[in-house]
Every structure is written in structure tokens, then in C-alpha cells.
């Protein structure tokens, strides 16, 4: 049997942990030896890196709407703290580092987390699509990852116009995004919005001299004590701008559980009990 933790036991007791986490990791930022980008600029840089677009709210999610218009709320408000933001070279881009007082002037709302394997609406909750959106900005780009997590569990079929397992979740005091800037480089973070999408751009001072394909060299998908998982290879192909010639680069493998019906058609290999 999976051990409770103890603010499964005592309840009460949550949002003083919380508190103590959130307290501990900043201060292990603060002693971290990084210099953090913190600088947002209105004047954009001249050259455009990558730029997508993510659908904001998906009216087939079978979970009440209000949660999915809180979300746009809370992704306006994250982004703010994003928007312009430039990424100078030796600094570290740190989601909650920029996000940290988001909601300092203007609350949050509730929308839909993951949390201890169910669907529920949660202070701030959907933040998780612009840390992905901004993951997906960085694939795209010369930034190292830093720190990324996927998401152990997806409840809804991925999007077909992304690979599987390049999503980032976040969860502040818990879970960040970081990249590094180890180029003479500078980036900037753009994020915009309209009625339906929210758009995301990295610019930079210099063109690019590579072209990134992000994508799965390999799917499958595999069922273990009843529970089915999809295993997945994330790969890019990087192609010089200059030279046309191109690099297979294996990035890494990734597995999540699987809430949501498969097609019949799909092969699902049996791994036992």
C-alpha cells in the first residue's frame, strides 16, 4: 500500500507546508550561484526565433467552462510577468522566479489542476499551458533546459500538432521550468493574446543558425497492473541554416500514465501484473 503523506492525514496542515516549500525554494534560488533573468524590455528584438500558437479553451474538455475562463484569466496574468522578458547571456529563465507575483495586484481564479490522480479547480490552476507553451518556445531554440517536468498522467488525448511528452508542469515551491543562456546571444520572451489563442514568440539580437524539428522517433504504448502508459522517444533534427545539413539528436524518453480512451486500433503491449 502507497504510504499517505501527512497532509493527506492531516489536512490543516497543507497550506503551512505549502508556506515551508515555497520558502525553501526560493531561498535555494537565492543561494543557487545563477544570475536570473529579470529584465523586461519593450523594444523587441530584431530577429524572430521560433513563434506558436496554443488554443486557449477547448470547449469538448466535459469540464465546466468557468474553469477554462478562469484559466485564460490566470494565463493573462502569468504572462505579464513573461512578456518582454530578456534572457541575457550566463542568466537562468526561471518560470516562478518571473511569475512569483503574478497575482500580487489581481487574484488568481480556480482553475483545473491535476491533483493526487484527479481533475479539480485549484487557486491559479491551469498554468501548466503556458509553461508548456514556453517549454515548446525553447525546444525551438539554442537555450538548455535546465529543469522541465511532464506530467505523470494526461486525462486528455495530447495535441496532434505537438509531440507526445513535450508538455511542463509547473507547481510553485514544487515543479519548475529553467533554461540557461549559454550563448553570446540575447532572447526575448514575447506572449500575446486574442479571443480564442494565446500566441508565443523568442526573439534575439542575432539570426538563427539552426533550424530545430521537434518530434517522436518512436511511440508505443504498454499495460502494467491494469494501469495503461505511453512511452514515447522525443528527438530533434537540427539543420544548419547555412550549410542545409542536418543532426538526428536524441533529447529524451519520456512515459505517463494514460486516463483517456484509446482508439481500438491501437497496439497495446501487455508488460504483466
Known amino acids: 500500500m502507497k504510504r499517505r503523506r501527512v497532509t493527506q492525514i492531516f489536512p490543516f496542515l497543507l497550506p503551512v507546508r505549502r508556506w515551508q516549500r515555497k520558502q525553501f525554494f526560493y531561498l535555494k534560488m537565492h543561494f543557487d550561484g545563477r544570475s536570473y533573468a529579470e529584465k523586461r524590455v519593450d523594444a523587441q528584438l530584431p530577429y524572430q526565433i521560433f513563434e506558436t500558437s496554443s488554443l486557449m479553451i477547448n470547449e469538448n474538455s466535459g469540464y465546466d467552462i468557468k474553469y477554462q475562463q478562469n484559466k485564460v484569466h490566470n494565463l493573462?496574468?502569468?504572462?505579464?510577468t513573461?512578456?518582454?522578458?530578456?534572457?541575457?547571456?550566463?542568466?537562468?529563465?526561471?518560470f516562478w522566479r518571473c511569475a512569483r507575483q503574478a497575482d500580487k495586484k489581481e487574484p488568481y481564479k480556480d482553475g483545473l489542476?491535476?491533483?493526487d490522480g484527479k481533475i479539480v479547480g485549484e487557486y491559479g490552476g491551469g498554468l501548466c499551458q503556458i509553461s508548456t507553451m514556453l517549454?515548446?518556445?525553447?525546444?525551438?531554440?539554442?537555450?538548455?533546459?535546465?529543469?522541465?517536468?511532464?506530467?505523470?498522467?494526461e486525462s486528455l488525448p495530447p495535441?496532434?500538432?505537438?509531440?507526445?511528452?513535450?508538455?511542463a508542469t509547473i507547481n510553485e515551491g514544487w515543479l519548475d521550468l529553467k533554461v540557461q543562456n549559454n550563448t553570446p546571444n540575447l532572447f526575448q520572451i514575447e506572449i500575446g493574446f486574442d479571443r480564442e489563442y494565446m500566441y508565443g514568440s523568442i526573439f534575439s539580437d542575432?539570426?538563427?543558425?539552426?533550424?530545430?524539428?521537434?518530434?517522436?522517433?518512436?511511440?508505443?504504448?504498454?499495460?502494467?497492473?491494469?494501469?495503461?502508459?505511453?512511452?514515447?522517444?522525443v528527438d530533434c533534427l537540427k539543420t544548419d541554416r547555412a550549410t542545409q545539413e542536418s543532426r538526428d539528436i536524441h533529447l529524451y524518453n519520456t512515459v505517463h500514465q494514460v486516463e483517456y480512451e484509446l482508439p481500438e486500433d491501437i497496439n497495446i503491449i501487455n508488460k504483466g501484473d
Open 76 to 80: 493573462k496574468l502569468a504572462a505579464a
Open 82 to 94: 513573461f512578456h518582454g522578458l530578456v534572457i541575457r547571456p550566463g542568466q537562468t529563465f526561471s
Open 113 to 115: 489542476i491535476l491533483r
Open 135 to 153: 517549454y515548446w518556445m525553447f525546444l525551438h531554440s539554442p537555450l538548455t533546459i535546465v529543469e522541465r517536468h511532464g506530467h505523470q498522467k
Open 159 to 167: 495535441n496532434a500538432e505537438t509531440p507526445c511528452g513535450t508538455d
Open 206 to 233: 542575432r539570426e538563427s543558425l539552426y533550424d530545430y524539428r521537434i518530434y517522436n522517433k518512436r511511440v508505443s504504448y504498454f499495460r502494467e497492473k491494469g494501469k495503461i502508459y505511453l512511452e514515447a522517444s
